[in-house]
């Protein structure tokens, strides 16, 4: 698993958003960027549904997505990543 990936399923905040910092740094595509960050959600869902993770952490999972998003878009100077 990728580190950006696997921060995300454990809705480590500080450790995503500075996997996300490093995988700019190395000017890897935002998009797969934000492909590895959906991964580590589709993990939150299937901890969700296998219930080892609550609700809270699913809302959780979903804030920090949007995270994800707005820190690819403001160090990318990208406006929009679709």
Known sequence: MSALRDAFAEL???QTLLAIQQMIDRGE???EILAEARRGLQIVGERFEARQYALIELEMADE???ECVKAVEEKTDQGRVD
């Open 29 to 31: 595509d935002p998009k």
């Open 12 to 14: 480590d905040e500080k």
């Open 64 to 66: 920090l997505f949007r």
